[in-house]
């Protein structure tokens, strides 16, 4: 016999009192933490706990008593249901107080290390239309809302594209606008979808994976030229026709279009680094541009999804690093190169490292066309690739500039740069507790001098910090 499910409490008239992890918000019930979605500090609600632990729980707001003075109007249609952009109805001002505090917060409680005063979080110009990326997805299972639902909404297609539904990962909301990305994304990915649905295209299946279409990339730059990358499933000749004909009808109707290409992916997941990418029209690819420097980015390229804040970001780092044009830099985790290059003049030479091998060779045709020939790059393992051996080879660093991923450098990377003792360590980071926990690792020999939060995601949790250390 199954067991009976314990039915959880519904708490009534509950104030909001702060803004939490991940975007979402803390109320207090007799020393109960509880972490709720989509409010704001000063909300007084209902709320339904969904999950329950010895000393936190989640819950859900079922009904709003009294909205908070701090609240904003959601400006998304998709708000709520979509999972992104969770922090809409916060005034931006105050998605920067917050960003702000949670840096200080990570890196005070985790980090337990002196810190001089933290700068004032570098906000962005856009708010809105601020992605250079997006990435949507094809499901023969369109997500209804709650509100469709009451409605009993029919839909004579039940396909859809536009973005996975959080923890339902086979069913995708149909997005009519996302305010992330300049309007021709919307423009384009609406077209696609109508002729799509006109000429009976079959949408992929995310279970059983059946169907044709599956992912489309949209990637806009800030020199005007506009790739776009359709993915889809193709097993058989006529299949193939048929979809060139809408890869034709998408040239035709956007002739703005500088990179038209596709990926046919007949796996059953959604990686294409594996994958060979063909040109429909026009080039392979764009071109992002930055203080006169131009950077390639192919459709595998990594670059900052933000453009104009990246330059703010990258402004930053190079500030931090002091160089005055005789230093030695190692720049790990390089990416593409992006931050190499750009600090490359100010350096007598930059070693660049990163793990992807197409990146590092982004970064080097990054370096011929710009004509930067002080720089190098090496592809592998961070762990593996900078050792005592390869620091001995190639000479102590002035200055190291590290941009690790989520989970912050390997005890390893810690280790050398502990033995390189760089004069200066620039430590760029996008999660303030990995980056935390890395600074106490480094505080031994290092004092931080400076703490300098960049909002690169407007309307979400996420900031991205710059901190500079110098040798003891």
């Not at 809302?145 to 996975?164: C, I, L």
Request: overall charge neutral.
């Amino acid at each position: 016999m199954a067991r009976k499910r314990k039915e959880l409490p519904l708490l009534e008239k509950v104030k909001i009192i702060d803004v939490a992890a991940e975007g979402k918000a803390i109320a207090k019930v007799n020393d109960l933490v509880i972490f709720v979605p989509y409010v704001v500090p000063g909300d007084i609600v209902d709320l339904q706990i969904k999950r329950k632990k010895n000393k936190y729980a989640e819950a859900e707001a079922v009904h709003f008593h009294e909205y908070s003075t701090q609240r904003a109007v959601p400006f998304c249609q998709h708000y709520g249901v979509c999972g992104g952009c969770k922090w809409q109805v916060l005034p931006y001002s105050e998605q920067l107080k917050y960003k702000q505090k949670q840096v200080e917060d990570n890196l005070r409680r985790i980090g337990k290390i002196e810190l001089p005063e933290v700068m004032p979080i570098l906000g962005s110009a856009k708010t809105e239309f601020y992605r250079n990326k997006l990435e949507f997805t094809f499901s023969d299972k369109r997500w209804l809302t709650a509100e469709e639902v009451s409605r009993d909404v029919k839909y004579e297609q039940m396909n859809a594209v536009g973005f996975h539904i959080p923890g339902a990962f086979d069913k995708v909301l149909a997005i009519e606008k996302c305010w992330l990305q300049d309007d021709i994304s919307n423009r384009i990915r609406n077209a696609v979808r109508d002729y799509a649905y006109e000429h009976n295209y079959p949408f992929i299946n995310l279970k059983t994976h059946e169907g044709m279409l599956r992912n489309m990339i949209i990637r806009t730059s800030s020199t005007g030229e506009l790739m776009v990358i359709i993915i889809c499933k193709i097993v058989a000749e006529d299949e193939m026709q048929l979809f060139r004909q809408l890869l034709q009808y998408v040239a035709d109707s956007f002739p703005e279009i500088t990179s038209l290409l596709y990926i046919t992916n007949n796996k059953c997941n959604d990686t294409i680094n594996d994958l060979d990418v063909h040109v429909f029209k026009g080039k392979d690819h764009i071109y992002e541009e930055m203080e006169g420097l131009r950077f390639k980015v192919g459709p595998k390229s990594f670059y900052q999804t933000n453009s104009e804040q990246a330059y703010n970001l990258y402004k930053v780092a190079r500030e931090f690093a002091g160089l005055t044009g005789n230093e030695l830099v190692y720049d790990l985790y390089t990416g593409t190169g992006t931050i190499a290059n750009f600090v490359s003049k100010q350096a007598r030479q930059v070693i660049g490292i990163e793990y992807v091998p197409e990146a590092i060779e982004d970064a080097k045709v990054n370096a011929e066309i710009n004509g930067i020939k002080n720089t190098l790059f090496y592809a592998g393992d961070m762990k593996d690739i900078l050792t005592q051996d390869f620091i001995n080879q190639h000479g102590r660093p002035d200055v190291i500039i590290t941009d690790p991923p989520r989970a912050g450098m390997h005890q390893d990377v810690v280790d050398v740069i502990l033995f390189a003792e760089p004069k200066r360590i620039v430590y760029v980071s996008c999660n303030p507790a990995t980056q935390a926990r890395d600074l106490q690792l480094l505080d031994g020999k290092y004092k931080v001098k400076a703490v300098q939060p960049v909002d690169m995601f407007p309307h979400t949790h996420h900031v991205e910090n710059v901190v500079l250390l110098e040798l003891r």
